[in-house]
């Protein structure tokens, strides 16, 4: 497994996850894949990340601003996607690690995560990477037609935004 930034050629097999990830109906309320220009402009440059193995795009991370308003300049929401076949072997946790230290480099001291309680997988990743469940935000949107709570977890940085 290789862990590398992400680039422009990776986007049909980014998408290709991400796509797999909304059918489960417990990753996103997202309902399709955005184009490719609308996630670029929505997700932090320096922040990307792919897992590859043996040549092939198999899961991706990336941040996202919480808000434009300075006093959240430093916290982002983190997401992270693993292709179905690859789930289990690790790479949710690389991508992790990998997107926390690029955080930190770039001086968020504060990633949060909103998942649904059903993602039992995705849940047990971010408590492991040191995430903690900070509330439940219930009914929070519709998917299909019914309400969804979601999880709030947060992972605040050791090193960015302690002095």
Known sequence: MKIRTLEPADWEAVCHIYAEGIATRNATFETEVPSGGSWDSAHISDCRFVAEVDGAVRGWAALTPIS?????????????????SSRGHGLGSALLARVIRASEDAGFWTLQAGLFAENA??????????????????????????????????????RAGVD
């Open 121 to 158: 997988g995705s849940l047990r990743l971010h408590e492991r990477a040191g995430f903690r469940l900070v509330g439940v935000r219930e009914r929070l949107g519709k998917l299909d037609g019914r309400w969804r709570d979601v999880q709030l977890l947060e992972r605040r940085s050791e």
């Open 68 to 84: 434009d308003r300075c006093a959240y300049g430093g916290v982002a929401e983190v997401s992270v996607y693993v292709a179905a």
